[in-house]
């Protein structure tokens, strides 16, 4: 075999093992080495997203901070992550919770008793179109950064970067919100 020829299959080969060797979460476009956590039903996520975020929730459930930022991962990875079988609550709710966190700047906590108020009334939740890109900002980048302040910081720009992503169903959101949270709406920031 030609030195060209020879680079060429080394080449092949090389590109074919560093493409198999990892996924795509068809949700937020991630790309991770294979894993065996086994996936969520209604996330349109790869195992091996879902396994970073299982990471990440442990870790924010286990702060007991009263702001409780778990809620805003829950949201921008929910957002992240709409697709064939999600539900329209899914969408809803955590569009929801991303609008009162990054335009009304509402707590976690604050956003969960949010949750729970629209939770009380039986309705027919809409059904959201998702972006064809999802926010710059995925669950790794929150993950990689340090624990403390640092990742407090990553976690909310990732939540302003998936909301920013729904920019088309933003109004919708605000409009629902105001009519199907009335006291929440009555508030300014």
Same mark, same amino acid.
């Given at each position: 075999?030609?030195? %060209?020829?020879?680079?060429?299959?080394?080449?092949?080969?090389?590109?074919?093992?560093?493409?198999?060797?990892?996924?795509?979460?068809? !949700?937020? !476009?991630?790309? /991770?080495?294979?894993?065996?956590?086994?996936?969520? $039903? @209604?996330?349109?996520? #790869?195992? +091996?997203? =879902?396994?970073?975020? !299982?990471? *990440? &929730?442990?870790?924010?459930? #286990?702060?007991?901070?009263?702001?409780?930022?778990?809620?805003n991962a829950v949201d921008a990875y929910g957002a992240s992550h709409v697709g064939p079988s999600s539900k329209p609550i899914m969408a809803f709710f955590a569009l929801v919770g991303l609008y009162l966190a990054c335009e009304r700047g509402l707590s976690g906590r604050a956003v969960q008793l949010a949750h729970m108020e629209l939770g009380r009334a039986k309705r027919e939740w809409p059904? /959201?179109? %998702? %972006?064809?890109?999802? !926010?710059?900002?995925?669950?790794?980048?929150?993950?990689?950064?340090? *624990? @403390?302040?640092?990742? $407090?910081?990553?976690?909310? +720009? =990732?939540?302003?970067?998936? =909301?920013?992503?729904?920019?088309?169903?933003? %109004?919708?959101?605000?409009?629902?919100?105001?009519?199907? /949270?009335? &006291?929440?709406?009555?508030?300014?920031?």
């Amino acid at each position: 075999m030609r030195a %060209p020829e020879r680079d060429l299959a080394i080449a092949k080969r090389c590109y074919s093992r560093c493409v198999t060797a990892n996924t795509f979460c068809p !949700g937020c !476009g991630v790309v /991770l080495p294979p894993s065996s956590w086994p996936v969520s $039903e @209604g996330f349109h996520a #790869s195992r +091996e997203c =879902w396994e970073k975020y !299982g990471e *990440l &929730a442990a870790c924010t459930q #286990s702060l007991r901070d009263p702001r409780f930022p778990h809620q805003n991962a829950v949201d921008a990875y929910g957002a992240s992550h709409v697709g064939p079988s999600s539900k329209p609550i899914m969408a809803f709710f955590a569009l929801v919770g991303l609008y009162l966190a990054c335009e009304r700047g509402l707590s976690g906590r604050a956003v969960q008793l949010a949750h729970m108020e629209l939770g009380r009334a039986k309705r027919e939740w809409p059904v /959201l179109a %998702p %972006p064809r890109q999802m !926010g710059r900002v995925t669950v790794v980048d929150v993950i990689a950064a340090p *624990l @403390g302040e640092a990742r $407090e910081v990553a976690l909310m +720009e =990732w939540t302003r970067s998936v =909301w920013a992503a729904w920019t088309a169903q933003q %109004p919708r959101i605000r409009e629902l919100t105001a009519a199907w /949270l009335p &006291a929440i709406a009555a508030t300014s920031r």
